[in-house]
C-alpha cells in the first residue's frame, strides 16, 4: 500500500543512529530553503517525485532529493529515508506555499505489516463499527497477541490503526484533533476539513489519515465520503 510497497527488507542501515530518528527543525529549514531556491530557478516547477492523483494528499508530493543536491543542498538530512534515516520529507500547500514536513516511514511499515497478514488470511477480519465506512479489525484473527498501534508524532500517544470498506488501513488522528482542536480554541464549521490543523504547529504531517471533520459541538468527526 502506497509508500509501504517500497518498505521491504532492511531499509535503514543506519536506523539506530539516534540524530536518524529525530527530526532536526535546522535541517527541514535548510530543505525549505532549498525548494524555494529551487522553485524560484525552475519557474515554479516543485523538486518532488510523481505520485498517482489518488495518493493522500499529506503523502502525495515526497521530495526527489537528487534535484536539490547537490546545487541547492550539499546532500540529503542525515534523517531522511535516501541517507538511511526514518523520515520522508514531504511537501504540503503545493498549490500556495510550499512547505517542508516530514513523516515516519516505520508508519508505513506496520500499515504493510497489517496488509501482509490480511492478504495471508484471504480477507480483511471487521470488527466493529466506529463511524459509516470506518471498522476496527479483530487483531486476534490476524495473529496478534495485543493490538498494533502508531505513536503519535503530534502527541507521543498511541493511535489505533482503522480500515475502510475497500480494506484500505489508516492511522485514526481523532484523539490527536480532539486535543488539537481545545488547544487551538479554533472554530470550524461542519464540512469543513479540519485535519491540516495537526500540521499548523508542526513538523509532521498526519500521514496515513482518514479525513475529519467536526459536528455542531465543534468536536472532530470521521468525513463522510
Known amino acids: 500500500m502506497l509508500a509501504s510497497i517500497l518498505l521491504s527488507g532492511c531499509l535503514y ?108 488470511q484471504g480477507y480483511p477480519p471487521f470488527k466493529e463499527a466506529i463511524a459509516n465506512h470506518v471498522y476496527t479489525l479483530d487483531y486476534k484473527k490476524l495473529g496478534y497477541k495485543s493490538e498494533p498501534y502508531i505513536i503519535s508524532p503530534f502527541t507521543n500517544h498511541n493511535l489505533p490503526l482503522v480500515i475502510n470498506l475497500e480494506g484500505e ?24 476539513d479540519i485535519t491540516s490543523i495537526l500540521t499548523d504547529n508542526s513538523l509532521f504531517v498526519p500521514a496515513y489519515s482518514l479525513t475529519y471533520t467536526v459536528d455542531k459541538n465543534n468536536e472532530p468527526i470521521y468525513m463522510e465520503k
Open 13 to 120: 542501515p543506519q536506523e539506530k543512529r539516534v540524530e536518524n530518528r529525530i527530526p532536526y527543525e535546522d535541517q527541514i529549514k535548510a530543505v525549505q530553503t532549498a525548494v524555494d531556491q529551487y522553485k524560484e530557478t525552475n519557474d515554479g516547477l516543485l523538486p518532488i517525485k510523481t505520485r498517482e492523483n489518488d495518493t493522500p494528499i499529506y503523502i502525495k508530493y515526497p521530495i526527489e532529493f537528487s534535484k536539490l543536491a547537490p546545487r541547492f543542498l550539499a546532500s540529503p538530512p542525515g534523517n531522511a529515508y535516501e541517507s538511511g534515516g526514518v523520515f520522508q520529507y514531504v511537501l504540503i500547500d503545493v498549490e500556495t506555499k510550499p512547505t517542508v514536513k516530514v513523516f515516519d516511514l516505520r508508519i508505513a511499515e506496520k500499515i504493510s505489516e497489517v496488509n501482509l497478514r490480511i492478504k495471508t
Open 169 to 192: 488501513i489508516f492511522v485514526d488522528y481523532i484523539s490527536d484533533l480532539n486535543l488539537a482542536l481545545k488547544e487551538s480554541g479554533k472554530s470550524y464549521q461542519e464540512g469543513e
